[in-house]
């Protein structure tokens, strides 16, 4: 794999880097991700807004080989440019955003041709914060059993027999390179169906409860949308719980610890669990057919990273980025965001079109200092386009009509009289 990658990377003439994750997998073989960037990018340093960025994971499940191929062709395709040279829309996607491709984050698996890694975990039940809003679920309900033997809690009793109690290298390697510079959107793939899965995949920690969108939608529907109109045979899928080759994951079936929940409660980020082809290990002439059923779509998911509203919070005098909270008053059930010092006071919220937000920014000092700040008021922010339809179809639509991009500076609040009054005295 590092042979293969490294010559995409050699042949793409300082369009691509490459990165290699921490730690190594159980087996101790490296996870890697390709890093395709706007070459200025480096150049523009701290001074200027980080650029929409999406992250491809692929190959979570070792056995599901075919979409680990598409992500090594996508790689090959932006890093030496032949996907740009022959299409403006690959070349605007280029020279917008940074992309990052971890085609296998489960090489031991891959080897094996299984869906678990090494020690015969599932990888997709192997993510866990404490930002969950739930608790893990006991041994006791993970055993419980009705009069007919049947699990009474099926979340649960899958997520004791896989072993999920033990963290494994693979999913702390993904989850410390996607926490470093959390993506703006992002995607996981998967093969054995053909639907665009959205957040959330557990409700609760039993398996209880069935139905449970994040306080983002309308919006992470509209992406799996996006996704799907783009992959006929996708789209196609509508037998229930599907809709138009969409699903929310929980509706589906109720999965505990997966990738896409933790982006969401961890990181405040829309993933997407991407199922792209039936056949879990198809020959490899299938593979240009499959290219050729997704590669529009990649396109337009990666053309939608950053959808809503992005930017900094910087201290007016100073300009030293801040950390800050972003608390949406309007709508009341949108969820908060924060600035990231760390990314030079970074800070990103998705926005759904067609609805107006009211956003209360308040910056703070990195190091807990004295300097207290004003709170920042944006009222009535609205993407340039207004219905799901147009986000998800509108091949056009892209840059300024998908995010709000702001500078914000913070003002610092009047030092309080009983300071004054010190410093008059001493
Ligand atoms: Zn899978």
């Avoid at 790689?75 to 032949?82: D, P, Y």
């Avoid at 290990?281 to 290219?291: F, I, T, V």
């Avoid at 006071?345 to 067609?354: R, T």
Wanted: charged share 20%; with cysteine.
């Amino acid at each position: 794999m590092f042979r293969l990658l490294n010559d995409v990377v050699n042949n793409s003439d300082g369009a691509c880097t490459l990165d290699a994750l921490d730690p190594p997998s159980v087996e101790g073989r490296v996870l890697y991700a390709v890093v395709a960037a706007p070459r200025t990018a480096a150049a523009s340093g701290a001074s200027v807004l980080p650029r929409p960025s999406f992250t491809w994971i692929g190959n979570m499940h070792g056995d599901e080989t075919a979409n680990r191929e598409l992500l090594l062709r996508l790689a090959a395709g932006l890093c030496s440019g032949e996907l740009a040279d022959n299409d403006a829309r690959w070349k605007a996607l280029q020279g917008s955003t940074t992309v990052r491709i971890i085609p296998t984050m489960n090489p031991d698996g891959y080897e094996r041709r299984t869906r678990w890694n090494a020690n015969k975990v599932d990888l997709n039940r192997n993510f866990w914060s404490n930002e969950f809003p739930y608790a893990k679920p006991t041994l006791d309900q993970a055993r419980k059993r009705d009069r007919y033997g049947v699990t009474m809690y099926p979340a649960a009793d899958m997520w004791s027999k896989v072993g999920n109690f033990s963290l494994q290298p693979e999913a702390v390697a993904v989850s410390r390179y996607l926490a470093a510079a959390p993506p703006d959107l992002s995607a996981n793939l998967h093969g054995g169906a053909l639907v665009a899965n959205y957040p959330l995949d557990a409700c609760d920690s039993v398996g209880a409860l069935s139905s449970c969108p994040t306080a983002e939608e309308p919006l992470p529907r509209q992406l799996a949308t996006a996704y799907a109109v783009h992959n006929p045979d996708m789209a196609a899928q509508g037998t229930q719980p599907f809709s138009g080759g969409t699903v929310q994951g929980s509706a589906w079936y109720p999965v505990l610890g997966s990738m896409q929940d933790w982006a969401y409660h961890q990181l405040g980020r829309l993933m997407l669990t991407l199922e792209l082809h039936e056949v879990k290990d198809p020959p490899a002439a299938a593979l240009d057919e499959l290219w050729g059923q997704n590669s529009v779509a990649f396109l337009r998911l990666m053309e939608l990273a950053g959808i809503g509203l992005r930017g900094r919070v910087l201290d007016q005098q100073t300009r030293a980025p801040l950390a800050a909270t972003l608390t949406v008053t309007s709508p009341a059930s949108s969820r908060p965001a924060t600035a990231d010092t760390a990314r030079g006071g970074y800070f990103y919220k998705p926005l759904a079109p067609g609805v107006s937000y009211d956003i209360t920014v308040q910056p703070y000092s990195p190091s807990g200092g004295a300097v207290k700040y004003l709170p920042i008021l944006l009222k009535g922010l609205r993407l340039g386009v207004s219905t799901d339809r147009v986000t998800a179809e509108g091949s056009a639509v892209t840059g300024a009509a998908l995010r709000l991009e702001r500078t914000l500076l913070a003002t610092r609040a009047p030092a309080s009289k009983k300071k004054k009054m010190l410093r008059a005295s001493s």
